[in-house]
């Protein structure tokens, strides 16, 4: 186990966390994804998928890490440090996008 595996498991924690705290506080069954240059909501998704399709999002993304660093090594470089920005990210964006959605009752 990497390090930064330690990092993506707090990030994984703190979602499951977000939502578990803030998911209930959303009223809407539907969560603003992307605001364009106005402000303004683009497009919507599902309250369900926003909160429980990050978890699987990140799942996703660090098993196409360990498959790229296991069967592609020579191409693949600085993994702990991409995992360890990538967990913070994803983290922080899923952070901003309940926040977003929470104010907006």
Aim: aromatic fraction near 14%; proline fraction near 5%; hydrophobic fraction near 60%.
């Amino acid at each position: 186990m990497l390090p930064a595996d330690c990092v993506f498991g707090f990030a994984v924690a703190a979602v499951v966390g977000l939502n578990l705290y803030l998911g209930p506080r959303i009223v809407s069954d539907r969560v603003a994804m992307q605001w364009g240059s106005n402000g303004e909501p683009t497009w919507y998704a599902p309250k369900w998928l926003v909160m429980w399709g990050m978890i699987a999002f990140m799942v996703a993304v660090r098993l196409f890490i360990w498959l790229a660093s296991t069967y592609a090594p020579q191409h693949v470089h600085g993994v702990e440090l991409g995992i360890v920005i990538f967990s913070l990210i994803a983290a922080g964006s899923h952070l901003f996008v309940l926040m977003k959605a929470r104010a907006t009752i």
